[in-house]
């Protein structure tokens, strides 16, 4: 292999590596965001149920 083409080889390898990684940081994120909105939603649900529990 040419030091020309192995060259493009690293380039094209370094260009899917980076793209793998942000896949899987956007799907690292919306997996976050996905918790973080169903705990909000857990802490709103017993926040009522305490009200109505002391009411």
Same mark, same amino acid.
Request: charged fraction near 30%; proline fraction near 2%; avoid cysteine.
């Given at each position: 292999?040419?030091? &020309?083409?192995?060259?493009?080889?690293?380039?094209?390898?370094?260009? &899917?590596?980076? &793209? &793998?990684?942000?896949?899987?940081?956007?799907?690292?994120?919306?997996?976050?965001? #996905?918790?973080?909105?169903?705990?909000?939603?857990?802490?709103? #649900?017993?926040?009522?149920?305490?009200?109505?529990?002391?009411?």
């Amino acid at each position: 292999m040419g030091p &020309e083409l192995h060259y493009q080889v690293m380039i094209n390898r370094a260009t &899917e590596l980076q &793209e &793998e990684a942000a896949a899987h940081r956007r799907a690292r994120e919306a997996q976050s965001g #996905l918790k973080a909105q169903q705990r909000s939603g857990n802490r709103r #649900l017993r926040a009522a149920f305490g009200k109505l529990r002391t009411s």
